[in-house]
């Protein structure tokens, strides 16, 4: 199988007649911060949506994400998390103007499993080995490890289609020339997926809950819009969470110490293990976060007799709070709801957020304020056999998430009509 080794830096990809030139790299320090982050969280981010802002609803905008900053993937790469030794291989798309500036990117891996995506192909690879194909290594556009929507075509302000569209055509010339079986571009935003869609790709859909900022003035104004019922519950499961005499703190920016790190690591780590195995983040990459994007961090810590036992780590960005870990070394009944949902919507209230995105999955979110919302991925696959199989599946999986989320949208705790 073709793949660059490591002494080459950059490689570039002859396609097509373009004043644009596709190249790859092999890892985030390869490239310039600025001119990355100027990709993938431009100043004018929503300019290129027809009718601006106001044409999306509260859970589509997203003015800075901070999962695809440079700062975020680069220390993925630089604590060792993703590495190929871990099944991640770093191979990025990047796309440059005739001046040598980047003009468009995409964060790609080699994947040699399906591990840490949180949209499961395990069936399709199944059907490739059975029919005497490899359907690893393929090629993932993705943040690892994280199922937060976020753009995946990351285009710098003043390139347009045409640059996107030669971040497309790269895509697919480097699967070909590094032999993986397809692409998938996994939490992409609607936009993106539209693109991709246009251009060939099979589009698929799933489904999360989010907190949905109705402009409230504090935590009661949220209570206040809930059935009784289901406001009365939210009060007990906070007052009961915290009847052991637990304390919650919230950290932010400079306020996040490395014992703070230390201690979460600790909880990261023991939940992982009990649930899915090994945990994913090594403590190298809280240190590494900690000291590049400390103001974009919300630390949930809950604190007993002077020591902690328990939190969640947030990402803030723009317009969402998105929630992404959470551990403990001690069960207490609702701790969990307590440190990742209802601190989260506090603060998602207080900081002005439109959101709160929480992660996947998880239909106990739906009763304490958490609504349903389509998530989105594109993928590539040449094999037209096995294309025309999984387009079948995925379009009657569609009609099965847009039911799944009518129904889930009738069953949320608010108050019903006037």
Known sequence: ???????????????????????????????????????????????????????????EIERFNPFISHAFLNALETSKSVDPRHGWTPTHVIVKD???RLAAAAPAYLKTHSYGEYVFDHAWADAYHRGGLKYYPKLQIAVPFTPVTGRRLLVAAGH????????ITGLRAWREKIEASSIHVTFPTREDWNSLGAAGFLQ???????????????????????????????????????SAGIDIELLTGADIKEHHWDAFFLFYTDTGNRKWGTPYLSREFFSHIGASMAEHILLVMAKRNGRYIAGAINFIGKDALYGRNWGCIEEHPFLHFEVCYYQAIEFAITRGLSRVEAGAQGEHKLARGYGPVATFSAHDIPDKRYARAIDEYLQKERVYIDEAIEQYGEQTPFKKGP
């Open 1 to 59: 199988m073709l793949f660059p080794g490591r002494p080459a830096r950059f490689r570039k990809l002859a396609v097509m007649t373009s004043p644009y030139t596709i190249h790859i790299i092999q890892a985030m320090s390869e490239i310039d911060a600025a001119q990355w982050d100027a990709c993938a969280n431009p100043d004018a981010a929503r300019e290129d949506v027809e009718g601006g802002e106001e044409a999306l609803s509260k859970h």
């Open 204 to 242: 698929r859909t799933g489904q999360q809950f989010h907190f949905i900022n109705e402009n409230y003035a504090d935590f009661d104004a949220f209570l206040a819009s809930l059935a009784s019922r289901k406001r009365k519950m939210i009060k007990r499961e906070r007052k009961d969470a915290l």
């Open 160 to 167: 347009g289609e045409e640059a996107r569209q030669r971040l």
């Open 98 to 100: 005739p001046e040598g």
